[in-house]
C-alpha cells in the first residue's frame, strides 16, 4: 500500500469475492471519479500485469 502520506485520491479494484489480487490506483485531488475513469484504470492495470481472479501481492499505480 502506499505511505499514508500519498496525495490525492485511491481508486481500489478487487474481485468480488475478496480473494484475488488487489489493485490500487492514485490520482491527482480534484479528479472526477467517474465510470469511465474507472474503466480506464482497471484496463491499464489489466495490461501491466494485474490478475484480480489471482492471489498476488498488492499493486499499486499511479495515474498524472
Known amino acids: 500500500m ?3 502520506d500519498e496525495p490525492g485520491l485511491g481508486i481500489v479494484v478487487e ?3 475478496g ?5 490500487v490506483t492514485w490520482v491527482e485531488h480534484g479528479t472526477i471519479i467517474a465510470p469511465g475513469l474507472v474503466k480506464e484504470v ?3 492495470a ?7 481472479e489471482q492471489p498476488g501481492d498488492e499493486l499499486v499505480f499511479r495515474r498524472s
Not at 489489466?46 to 484480480?52: I, S
Request: net charge negative; glycine share 10%.
Open 46 to 52: 489489466l495490461e501491466k500485469g494485474w490478475h484480480p
Open 42 to 44: 482497471i484496463n491499464d
Open 19 to 23: 480473494h484475488g489480487q488487489r489493485m
Open 15 to 17: 474481485h468480488e469475492s
Open 2 to 4: 502506499a505511505p499514508n
